[in-house]
């Protein structure tokens, strides 16, 4: 296979979570989310997971330094990656150049309302153990010349899991208040940031909106990727 390393960038609740999955299935790539290894960090208690803990209990971001120091160590023995978090400032972006060449960047387009409908329709299965999503939103729209039509993923039973039987429950940061507030932070931090791959890095971009059903989102990035010639 030809070596193919991805960036994949959308607001909170676009979906680029799912979709890296799928790329990475297709393409054998390894997935790498910065929340995954900080998660796995924490869980094994090193002292960088002790040390990353303490930040995010006090509500701080975790600095470039450390957040460049780990994804680094993860990437320089891989030839075929997505990067799903990563990177979210100009620095971070400096760093990545520095160790590899990114061959693509996937950008998951959607507007703030279907965004803000969307994940407000979230529900989780209160089981920790099962994790299961599903999601009551029905959006059949068009907003400025877009349209929707993203069908609900609805239980079998009412609001309990399929999987479990655990009853289903709505996370508080899927609140539209909550989600609002992490679309303007998404913005903010991911603007710059695609601006330095648009006119100085100069790396092709894919962009997508979240339109359809994921099947056929994936569908059209894996036509998109092909066309590049980098898998």
């Given at each position: 296979?030809?070596?193919?390393?991805?960036?994949?960038?959308?607001?909170?609740?676009?979906?680029?979570?799912?979709?890296?999955?799928?790329?990475?299935?297709?393409?054998?790539?390894?997935?790498?989310?910065?929340?995954?290894?900080?998660?796995?960090?924490?869980?094994?208690?090193?002292?960088?997971?002790?040390?990353?803990?303490?930040?995010?209990?006090?509500?701080?971001?975790?600095?470039?330094?450390?957040?460049?120091?780990?994804?680094?160590?993860?990437?320089?023995?891989?030839?075929?990656?997505?990067?799903?978090?990563?990177?979210?400032?100009?620095?971070?972006?400096?760093?990545?150049?520095?160790?590899?060449?990114?061959?693509?960047?996937?950008?998951?387009?959607?507007?703030?309302?279907?965004?803000?409908?969307?994940?407000?329709?979230?529900?989780?299965?209160?089981?920790?153990?099962?994790?299961?999503?599903?999601?009551?939103?029905?959006?059949?729209?068009?907003?400025?010349?877009?349209?929707?039509?993203?069908?609900?993923?609805?239980?079998?039973?009412?609001?309990?899991?399929?999987?479990?039987?655990?009853?289903?429950?709505?996370?508080?940061?899927?609140?539209?208040?909550?989600?609002?507030?992490?679309?303007?932070?998404?913005?903010?931090?991911?603007?710059?940031?695609l601006k330095y791959y648009q006119n100085e890095n100069k790396v092709p971009f894919i962009e997508v909106w979240m339109n359809r059903p994921?099947?056929?989102?994936?569908?059209?990035?894996?036509?998109?990727?092909?066309?590049?010639?980098?898998?």
């Amino acid at each position: 296979m030809v070596n193919t390393k991805l960036i994949i960038f959308g607001p909170p609740g676009s979906g680029k979570g799912t979709y890296s999955s799928r790329l990475k299935e297709i393409f054998g790539l390894e997935k790498i989310s910065t929340g995954d290894i900080f998660r796995e960090e924490i869980k094994k208690k090193t002292t960088l997971g002790n040390k990353i803990e303490k930040i995010v209990k006090e509500g701080k971001l975790v600095p470039d330094d450390i957040v460049i120091e780990v994804v680094n160590e993860k990437i320089k023995s891989l030839d075929n990656f997505i990067l799903d978090g990563y990177p979210r400032t100009i620095e971070q972006a400096k760093a990545l150049d520095r160790v590899t060449k990114i061959d693509a960047i996937i950008k998951i387009n959607v507007h703030e309302e279907i965004l803000i409908e969307k994940i407000a329709g979230r529900r989780i299965c209160s089981n920790p153990e099962c994790g299961s999503i599903y999601n009551i939103a029905d959006i059949n729209k068009t907003v400025e010349g877009i349209t929707y039509v993203l069908p609900p993923i609805m239980p079998k039973n009412d609001m309990k899991c399929d999987k479990c039987g655990a009853p289903l429950i709505q996370r508080d940061d899927d609140k539209p208040e909550i989600v609002k507030e992490r679309i303007k932070i998404y913005e903010k931090q991911s603007e710059p940031v695609l601006k330095y791959y648009q006119n100085e890095n100069k790396v092709p971009f894919i962009e997508v909106w979240m339109n359809r059903p994921l099947e056929e989102i994936v569908e059209k990035i894996e036509k998109e990727i092909n066309k590049l010639g980098i898998s």
